[in-house]
């Protein structure tokens, strides 16, 4: 049993989870500190993926501990089963889904807001103060009015449920926050393309709407919208008598990083009078550069603008943000009042910012803290060239694909997405897709690099997403080369 220091005799014993022995705690955690510095350090040297093996996996499901171990104890199992495991976005060749690769400092700033057990949004503290002046900052960098309004969140998918739900109430000709989308006769619908992020169609799931409350304009051939469907769709369903109120353009698409014409799409939806919504949860950061603030022109136009700082701001998950052009539409969404909650004159209850009338959460952690360190650490200067940087890869890698003998290119390098899949001439289509399922497997498991896959056309391709500050060129030289060599070896393998 553990006491507390000073307890006399006789007295009921009063526990505490703080150490006993500081003096000891502090040496645990100084090595712990090194160890995982010293695994940023030397990531380049380690495998891009191990799987976790089945002695270890097994562990896992070892019950509940009634008595601890003590931290040197937990601390062993996290060395033995967790550490040697990572998802991989650390490393310099992760370019799976849309992943992005976290910062030393970044991950210091964790460790001090959570040392600060900070709780940021509703208090009179400095946490508020830091996420206002990052909002602040993502506004002035991605062009967003000044007087706009914004949150942070977990990240991209809370960011465009958020950005829907007051677009939803702003636009649907009734106020929905207060009586509810079943008192609408016409059924609500929101528009998006057929390459729009999964997420969208999650939150209108949970606005009520149902997936089918997308309704999912065709792309062209580059997968970005067809706006001139888009306008049909819009006239044919209101004489349908259904209720448009939004329209979602992406700013960079998971499958290829295609960008909408988000100018069009905003000329429309000032025309219909419609809530324009722009899912960039990475393709905004494009705004960050001078070099490829272009490929996103239009995006400054949103009623609602959700991205991501875990994507490719490359802050340690998680952190995400949606930027509203109407704070007052944004606070109407999320204002319900609670007398426990109402602010006094001074003390720590008398709130600079009302976050939980920005967003679903009332508790929430210090994910500000990170963004804010860093971007005092390098400027925004530094991750526009980042940005820039990942395009420029993605164009080599591009290059190096269409240079090679049977890895072919299969969208257009819009932004730091490159799809391609390997190729034999002839060959069936379902033992093609084997092929190039089995190939990605491949690179994984050896530890090579990590692509991620998705589906184009019909066919299933392999993808690349930079969202990482420690790729090299030589990195994509090395992958290109991998799938030359991988591919043959398959390929050799059906045929025998
Ligand atoms: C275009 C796009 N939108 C939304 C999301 C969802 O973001 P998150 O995973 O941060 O919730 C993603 C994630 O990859 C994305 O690529």
């Not at 991605?142 to 991209?156: M, Q």
């Not at 997420?199 to 997936?211: E, F, I, Q």
């Amino acid at each position: 049993m553990t006491t507390t220091k000073g307890e006399k005799p006789g007295e009921a014993l009063e526990e505490t989870l703080d150490p006993l022995d500081w003096g000891e705690f502090r040496g645990l955690a100084h090595r712990m500190l090194d160890r995982i510095i010293d695994l940023q350090e030397d990531i380049r040297s380690d495998p891009a993926w191990r799987p976790v093996p089945p002695a270890i996996h097994e562990r896992f499901f070892s019950g509940p501990p009634r008595a601890g171990q003590g931290a040197e104890g937990a601390y062993e199992d996290f060395l033995e089963t967790v550490l040697p495991y990572p998802t991989g976005t650390l490393h310099p060749r992760f370019w799976g889904w849309a992943g992005g690769t976290g910062s030393p400092l970044a991950m210091m700033a964790e460790l001090l807001g959570a040392g600060m057990n900070m709780l940021p949004g509703n208090f009179n503290d400095a946490g508020a103060r830091v996420e206002l002046q990052l909002v602040n900052w993502m506004k002035e960098a991605l062009g967003f009015p000044a007087s706009g309004s914004g949150v942070l969140t977990s990240g991209g998918s809370v960011a465009n449920l958020v950005g829907l739900v007051v677009g939803r109430d702003a636009c649907s000709g009734f106020d929905v926050s207060e009586v509810g989308v079943q008192e609408s006769a016409d059924r609500l619908v929101m528009y998006a393309s057929s390459e729009v992020h999964s997420s969208v169609y999650k939150a209108a799931k949970l606005m009520g709407l149902g997936k089918t409350g997308v309704r999912i304009v065709p792309v062209d051939d580059d997968f970005r919208m067809r706006t001139e469907l888009l306008e049909e769709m819009i006239s044919k369903d209101r004489l349908a008598g259904l209720r448009p109120f939004a329209i979602t353009g992406t700013a960079g698409t998971i499958n290829t990083g295609s960008v909408d014409d988000l100018d069009r799409i905003a000329d429309i939806a000032e025309r219909e009078g419609l809530w324009f919504h722009v899912d960039g949860a990475f393709g905004a950061m494009a705004g960050l550069s001078p070099e490829t603030a272009g490929r996103v022109n239009g995006m400054e136009r949103a009623d609602s603008l959700a991205f991501d700082f875990h994507k490719w701001m490359y802050a340690p998950y998680e952190a995400g943000c949606v930027l509203i052009r109407d704070p007052e539409a944004h606070r109407h969404s999320f204002t319900v009042s609670a007398s426990y909650l109402k602010p006094l004159s001074r003390g720590p209850g008398s709130w600079v910012d009302a976050a939980d009338k920005r967003g679903p959460q009332l508790s929430r952690g210090f994910k500000a803290l990170k963004v804010w360190m860093s971007l005092k650490e390098q400027g925004f200067d530094k991750f526009g060239r980042l940005v820039a940087q990942n395009v420029r890869q993605a164009m080599y890698l591009g290059g190096l694909i269409d240079a090679s003998a049977n890895v072919q290119r299969k969208a257009p390098v819009s932004l730091n997405v490159v799809a391609f899949r390997y190729e034999v001439p002839g060959a069936d289509p379902e033992a093609l897709d084997d092929l190039n399922r089995e190939l990605l497997m491949r690179i994984q498991e050896r530890g090579i690099a990590i692509p991620s896959s998705t589906v184009l056309n019909g066919q299933f391709v392999l993808r690349v997403c930079i969202c990482n500050h420690r790729s090299r060129r030589e990195d994509f030289d090395a992958l290109v080369e991998a799938l030359e060599t991988i591919g043959r070896e398959i390929h050799g393998e059906s045929l025998t």
